[in-house]
Protein backbone atom coordinates (compact mmCIF):
# COMPACT_ATOMS: atom_id res chain seq x y z
CA UNK A 1 0.00 0.00 0.00
CA UNK A 2 1.74 3.55 -0.92
CA UNK A 3 0.60 6.16 1.24
CA UNK A 4 -0.88 9.48 -0.34
CA UNK A 5 1.13 12.93 -0.88
CA UNK A 6 0.42 14.09 2.99
CA UNK A 7 -0.28 17.18 0.85
CA UNK A 8 -3.42 15.36 -1.28
CA UNK A 9 -6.88 17.46 -1.13
CA UNK A 10 -9.07 14.96 0.48
CA UNK A 11 -12.63 16.62 0.33
CA UNK A 12 -15.51 15.24 2.45
CA UNK A 13 -19.07 15.88 1.63
CA UNK A 14 -20.88 14.91 4.55
CA UNK A 15 -18.17 14.98 6.86
CA UNK A 16 -19.76 16.18 9.84
CA UNK A 17 -21.46 12.94 10.69
CA UNK A 18 -20.47 9.94 12.45
CA UNK A 19 -17.96 8.15 9.86
CA UNK A 20 -16.45 12.13 8.65
CA UNK A 21 -15.94 12.94 12.50
CA UNK A 22 -13.61 9.45 12.86
CA UNK A 23 -12.21 9.40 9.72
CA UNK A 24 -10.77 13.12 10.07
CA UNK A 25 -9.67 11.83 13.20
CA UNK A 26 -7.60 9.34 11.80
CA UNK A 27 -6.71 10.94 8.83
CA UNK A 28 -5.18 13.83 10.95
CA UNK A 29 -3.19 11.02 12.76
CA UNK A 30 -1.63 9.63 9.87
CA UNK A 31 -0.25 12.90 9.15
CA UNK A 32 -3.23 14.29 6.63
CA UNK A 33 -4.13 17.93 6.94
CA UNK A 34 -5.12 19.45 3.25
CA UNK A 35 -8.90 17.97 3.96
CA UNK A 36 -12.22 19.62 3.32
CA UNK A 37 -15.37 19.17 4.94
CA UNK A 38 -18.77 20.11 3.19
CA UNK A 39 -21.69 19.85 5.39
CA UNK A 40 -25.25 21.38 5.91
CA UNK A 41 -25.60 20.83 9.48
CA UNK A 42 -24.26 23.54 11.63
CA UNK A 43 -23.77 22.79 15.33
CA UNK A 44 -21.46 19.50 13.89
CA UNK A 45 -19.27 21.42 11.49
CA UNK A 46 -18.81 23.60 14.73
CA UNK A 47 -17.69 20.48 16.97
CA UNK A 48 -15.71 19.55 13.60
CA UNK A 49 -14.00 22.79 13.64
CA UNK A 50 -13.22 23.14 17.07
CA UNK A 51 -11.97 19.06 17.45
CA UNK A 52 -9.93 19.85 14.18
CA UNK A 53 -9.16 23.70 13.41
CA UNK A 54 -6.62 22.86 10.94
CA UNK A 55 -9.35 21.55 8.67
CA UNK A 56 -11.42 23.67 6.25
CA UNK A 57 -15.52 23.21 7.02
CA UNK A 58 -17.81 24.86 4.83
CA UNK A 59 -21.30 25.10 5.26
CA UNK A 60 -23.42 23.95 2.15
CA UNK A 61 -26.67 22.41 1.45
CA UNK A 62 -24.56 19.69 -1.39
CA UNK A 63 -28.65 19.31 -2.42
CA UNK A 64 -28.18 22.41 -4.76
CA UNK A 65 -26.30 23.42 -6.96
CA UNK A 66 -23.78 26.09 -5.85
CA UNK A 67 -20.15 27.32 -4.90
CA UNK A 68 -19.38 24.46 -2.96
CA UNK A 69 -18.79 22.16 -6.48
CA UNK A 70 -15.18 23.99 -6.73
CA UNK A 71 -13.65 22.43 -4.18
CA UNK A 72 -14.30 18.64 -6.28
CA UNK A 73 -12.48 20.51 -8.94
CA UNK A 74 -9.65 20.99 -6.54
CA UNK A 75 -10.01 17.60 -4.99
CA UNK A 76 -7.61 14.61 -5.38
CA UNK A 77 -10.29 12.21 -3.72
CA UNK A 78 -13.54 12.89 -2.50
CA UNK A 79 -15.45 10.41 -0.27
CA UNK A 80 -18.75 10.86 -0.53
CA UNK A 81 -20.52 10.57 3.03
CA UNK A 82 -23.50 12.15 2.61
CA UNK A 83 -26.41 10.57 4.24
CA UNK A 84 -29.95 10.81 5.74
CA UNK A 85 -30.39 8.04 8.30
CA UNK A 86 -33.53 8.73 10.38
CA UNK A 87 -36.51 11.24 9.94
CA UNK A 88 -39.99 10.88 9.23
CA UNK A 89 -40.35 13.03 5.91
CA UNK A 90 -39.35 11.38 2.82
CA UNK A 91 -38.19 14.63 1.26
CA UNK A 92 -35.41 15.21 3.29
CA UNK A 93 -33.62 11.40 2.36
CA UNK A 94 -34.62 12.53 -1.48
CA UNK A 95 -32.47 15.55 -0.95
CA UNK A 96 -29.21 14.13 1.32
CA UNK A 97 -29.25 10.38 -0.38
CA UNK A 98 -30.56 11.15 -3.96
CA UNK A 99 -30.30 14.70 -5.17
CA UNK A 100 -27.23 15.77 -3.98
CA UNK A 101 -25.24 12.64 -5.04
CA UNK A 102 -26.58 13.40 -8.53
CA UNK A 103 -25.24 16.87 -8.32
CA UNK A 104 -21.41 15.81 -6.91
CA UNK A 105 -21.31 12.48 -9.20
CA UNK A 106 -22.02 15.39 -12.57
CA UNK A 107 -19.82 17.23 -10.85
CA UNK A 108 -16.87 15.08 -10.71
CA UNK A 109 -17.47 13.75 -14.38
CA UNK A 110 -17.23 17.69 -15.47
CA UNK A 111 -13.83 17.83 -13.95
CA UNK A 112 -10.73 17.91 -16.45
CA UNK A 113 -9.02 15.57 -14.27
CA UNK A 114 -11.20 13.91 -11.98
CA UNK A 115 -10.81 12.96 -8.76
CA UNK A 116 -10.26 9.64 -7.15
CA UNK A 117 -14.24 8.73 -5.43
CA UNK A 118 -14.80 6.20 -2.60
CA UNK A 119 -18.93 5.67 -2.15
CA UNK A 120 -20.01 5.15 1.08
CA UNK A 121 -23.23 2.85 0.37
CA UNK A 122 -25.30 1.33 3.38
CA UNK A 123 -25.93 -3.14 3.79
CA UNK A 124 -29.67 -2.08 3.90
CA UNK A 125 -29.59 -1.94 0.00
CA UNK A 126 -29.79 -5.70 0.49
CA UNK A 127 -32.28 -5.72 3.71
CA UNK A 128 -35.61 -7.23 3.70
CA UNK A 129 -36.16 -3.92 5.06
CA UNK A 130 -39.06 -1.17 2.95
CA UNK A 131 -38.16 2.10 4.84
CA UNK A 132 -37.45 5.62 3.58
CA UNK A 133 -33.44 5.23 4.20
CA UNK A 134 -33.52 1.84 2.53
CA UNK A 135 -35.08 2.99 -0.84
CA UNK A 136 -33.14 5.92 -1.03
CA UNK A 137 -29.83 4.23 -0.48
CA UNK A 138 -30.94 1.71 -3.25
CA UNK A 139 -31.78 5.02 -5.54
CA UNK A 140 -28.12 6.12 -4.73
CA UNK A 141 -26.29 3.27 -4.94
CA UNK A 142 -28.04 2.59 -8.17
CA UNK A 143 -27.29 6.12 -9.43
CA UNK A 144 -23.29 5.57 -8.48
CA UNK A 145 -22.79 2.30 -10.61
CA UNK A 146 -24.93 3.94 -13.51
CA UNK A 147 -22.91 6.82 -13.38
CA UNK A 148 -19.29 4.86 -15.06
CA UNK A 149 -17.06 6.30 -12.43
CA UNK A 150 -14.64 3.58 -11.72
CA UNK A 151 -14.39 3.72 -7.44
CA UNK A 152 -15.08 0.95 -4.56
CA UNK A 153 -18.68 1.15 -3.11
CA UNK A 154 -18.70 0.24 0.24
CA UNK A 155 -21.89 -1.46 1.97
CA UNK A 156 -21.18 -0.61 5.93
CA UNK A 157 -23.51 -2.49 8.27
CA UNK A 158 -24.61 -0.73 12.11
CA UNK A 159 -21.84 1.66 12.86
CA UNK A 160 -20.84 2.76 16.45
CA UNK A 161 -17.80 4.83 17.44
CA UNK A 162 -16.54 8.06 18.61
CA UNK A 163 -18.77 11.37 17.87
CA UNK A 164 -21.62 8.69 18.06
CA UNK A 165 -24.93 10.75 17.82
CA UNK A 166 -27.60 8.38 16.91
CA UNK A 167 -27.63 4.25 17.60
CA UNK A 168 -25.15 2.93 20.17
CA UNK A 169 -24.28 6.41 21.04
CA UNK A 170 -27.42 7.74 21.77
CA UNK A 171 -28.24 4.48 23.62
CA UNK A 172 -25.05 4.86 26.25
CA UNK A 173 -26.65 8.21 26.84
CA UNK A 174 -29.92 7.65 27.11
CA UNK A 175 -29.38 3.84 29.76
CA UNK A 176 -26.83 6.91 32.25
CA UNK A 177 -30.09 8.88 32.48
CA UNK A 178 -32.86 6.57 33.32
CA UNK A 179 -33.58 3.69 36.04
CA UNK A 180 -35.59 1.64 33.67
CA UNK A 181 -34.01 0.89 30.01
CA UNK A 182 -36.76 -0.84 27.67
CA UNK A 183 -36.00 -3.90 25.55
CA UNK A 184 -38.87 -4.71 22.95
CA UNK A 185 -40.06 -8.14 22.88
CA UNK A 186 -37.36 -10.84 23.79
CA UNK A 187 -34.32 -8.61 22.11
CA UNK A 188 -33.01 -11.73 20.80
CA UNK A 189 -32.54 -9.24 17.44
CA UNK A 190 -29.13 -10.55 15.53
CA UNK A 191 -27.04 -7.43 14.86
CA UNK A 192 -23.19 -7.08 13.06
CA UNK A 193 -22.29 -4.07 14.47
CA UNK A 194 -19.25 -2.39 12.93
CA UNK A 195 -16.55 -0.14 14.54
CA UNK A 196 -16.13 3.16 12.53
CA UNK A 197 -12.37 3.33 13.60
CA UNK A 198 -12.19 0.08 11.53
CA UNK A 199 -13.94 1.16 8.27
CA UNK A 200 -12.17 4.49 8.53
CA UNK A 201 -9.07 2.39 7.99
CA UNK A 202 -10.90 0.71 5.32
CA UNK A 203 -11.68 4.17 3.37
CA UNK A 204 -8.10 5.23 3.77
CA UNK A 205 -6.60 1.63 2.74
CA UNK A 206 -9.08 2.06 -0.39
CA UNK A 207 -7.72 5.84 -1.28
CA UNK A 208 -4.32 5.00 -0.54
CA UNK A 209 -4.23 1.94 -2.97
CA UNK A 210 -6.26 3.63 -5.18
CA UNK A 211 -8.64 0.36 -5.25
CA UNK A 212 -10.82 0.47 -8.33
CA UNK A 213 -14.70 -0.44 -9.03
CA UNK A 214 -15.94 -3.51 -6.08
CA UNK A 215 -18.92 -3.43 -4.27
CA UNK A 216 -17.79 -4.57 -0.47
CA UNK A 217 -20.20 -5.45 2.01
CA UNK A 218 -18.21 -4.25 5.19
CA UNK A 219 -20.21 -6.47 7.85
CA UNK A 220 -19.18 -6.50 11.84
CA UNK A 221 -17.34 -9.91 12.34
CA UNK A 222 -19.83 -10.50 15.72
CA UNK A 223 -23.10 -11.84 15.56
CA UNK A 224 -24.39 -10.25 18.87
CA UNK A 225 -28.10 -10.11 19.75
CA UNK A 226 -29.43 -6.94 20.41
CA UNK A 227 -30.33 -7.77 24.65
CA UNK A 228 -26.26 -8.73 24.39
CA UNK A 229 -25.28 -5.52 23.12
CA UNK A 230 -26.86 -3.23 25.39
CA UNK A 231 -25.52 -5.42 27.79
CA UNK A 232 -21.86 -4.95 27.17
CA UNK A 233 -22.53 -1.23 26.58
CA UNK A 234 -24.12 -0.97 29.81
CA UNK A 235 -20.96 -2.64 31.41
CA UNK A 236 -18.41 -0.28 29.08
CA UNK A 237 -20.41 3.12 30.80
CA UNK A 238 -20.77 1.90 34.10
CA UNK A 239 -24.70 2.60 33.97
CA UNK A 240 -26.99 1.25 36.71
CA UNK A 241 -30.38 1.13 34.70
CA UNK A 242 -32.49 -1.93 34.68
CA UNK A 243 -32.66 -3.77 31.29
CA UNK A 244 -36.38 -4.85 30.92
CA UNK A 245 -37.99 -6.41 28.41
CA UNK A 246 -41.48 -5.33 27.29
CA UNK A 247 -43.82 -6.12 24.51
CA UNK A 248 -43.05 -5.25 21.64
CA UNK A 249 -46.24 -3.37 20.45
CA UNK A 250 -45.70 -1.30 23.73
CA UNK A 251 -42.24 -0.35 22.48
CA UNK A 252 -43.98 0.67 19.03
CA UNK A 253 -46.96 2.79 20.82
CA UNK A 254 -44.05 4.34 22.94
CA UNK A 255 -41.96 5.39 19.88
CA UNK A 256 -45.41 6.50 17.95
CA UNK A 257 -46.05 8.30 20.71
CA UNK A 258 -42.63 10.02 20.84
CA UNK A 259 -42.69 10.99 17.40
CA UNK A 260 -45.68 13.30 17.96
CA UNK A 261 -43.82 15.27 19.77
CA UNK A 262 -40.48 15.24 17.93
CA UNK A 263 -39.38 16.13 14.19
CA UNK A 264 -36.78 14.59 14.63
CA UNK A 265 -36.51 11.61 16.86
CA UNK A 266 -33.72 9.29 17.85
CA UNK A 267 -35.58 6.07 17.19
CA UNK A 268 -38.70 5.64 15.06
CA UNK A 269 -41.06 2.63 14.63
CA UNK A 270 -39.36 2.39 11.19
CA UNK A 271 -36.15 1.75 12.61
CA UNK A 272 -37.53 -0.86 15.38
CA UNK A 273 -39.09 -2.40 12.18
CA UNK A 274 -35.69 -2.58 10.55
CA UNK A 275 -34.20 -3.80 14.09
CA UNK A 276 -36.84 -7.35 14.12
CA UNK A 277 -36.20 -7.60 10.45
CA UNK A 278 -34.15 -10.70 10.87
CA UNK A 279 -31.30 -9.54 8.47
CA UNK A 280 -27.69 -11.69 7.88
CA UNK A 281 -25.29 -9.39 6.07
CA UNK A 282 -22.30 -11.50 3.95
CA UNK A 283 -19.45 -11.57 6.42
CA UNK A 284 -16.16 -10.84 3.99
CA UNK A 285 -12.34 -11.07 4.75
CA UNK A 286 -11.73 -7.65 4.67
CA UNK A 287 -9.38 -7.72 7.17
CA UNK A 288 -7.61 -9.26 4.19
CA UNK A 289 -8.48 -7.57 1.25
CA UNK A 290 -7.80 -4.05 2.74
CA UNK A 291 -4.84 -5.23 5.40
CA UNK A 292 -7.31 -3.71 8.36
CA UNK A 293 -6.99 -5.83 11.26
CA UNK A 294 -10.79 -6.22 13.02
CA UNK A 295 -11.16 -5.03 15.98
CA UNK A 296 -13.39 -7.17 18.74
CA UNK A 297 -16.89 -5.59 19.61
CA UNK A 298 -16.30 -5.67 23.50
CA UNK A 299 -12.37 -3.59 22.86
CA UNK A 300 -14.30 -1.24 20.31
CA UNK A 301 -17.06 -0.71 22.90
CA UNK A 302 -14.52 0.38 25.29
CA UNK A 303 -12.69 2.25 23.07
CA UNK A 304 -15.66 4.25 22.15
CA UNK A 305 -16.59 5.32 25.47
CA UNK A 306 -13.23 5.60 27.09
CA UNK A 307 -10.98 7.43 25.06
CA UNK A 308 -9.59 10.30 26.31
CA UNK A 309 -9.76 12.80 23.22
CA UNK A 310 -12.85 11.72 21.92
CA UNK A 311 -15.63 9.57 23.64
CA UNK A 312 -17.33 13.02 25.52
CA UNK A 313 -17.73 14.70 22.47
CA UNK A 314 -21.21 13.78 21.13
CA UNK A 315 -22.75 15.39 17.67
CA UNK A 316 -26.33 16.69 17.38
CA UNK A 317 -29.30 15.13 15.89
Known amino acids: MNELNKDARILLPGGAGLVGQNLVARLRDRG ?19 VQPDITCEYCNLAQAGDWQSHIRDADVVVMLQAQIGGIDYADFQH ?26 SSVVESVADDFYTRSKREQE ?41 IPGHGRYMRQPLYAGDFCDIIISCIESRRGHGIYNISGHEK ?3 IDMIRDIKQAVGARTLILRIPYSLFHMLLWTWARFDKNPPFTTQ ?20 AVPYTPFKTAIHETFNDSRYSDIALEF
Open 142 to 182: AMVLASGIDCPILRPTLMFGWFDRKHLGWLSRFMKKVPVFP
Open 32 to 50: YHNIVVLDKHHANLRVLQQ
Open 271 to 290: QLAALTAKDEFEVIDWPGIF
Open 224 to 226: IDY
Open 96 to 121: NNVDATRLILDTIKSCPTPPYLVHIS
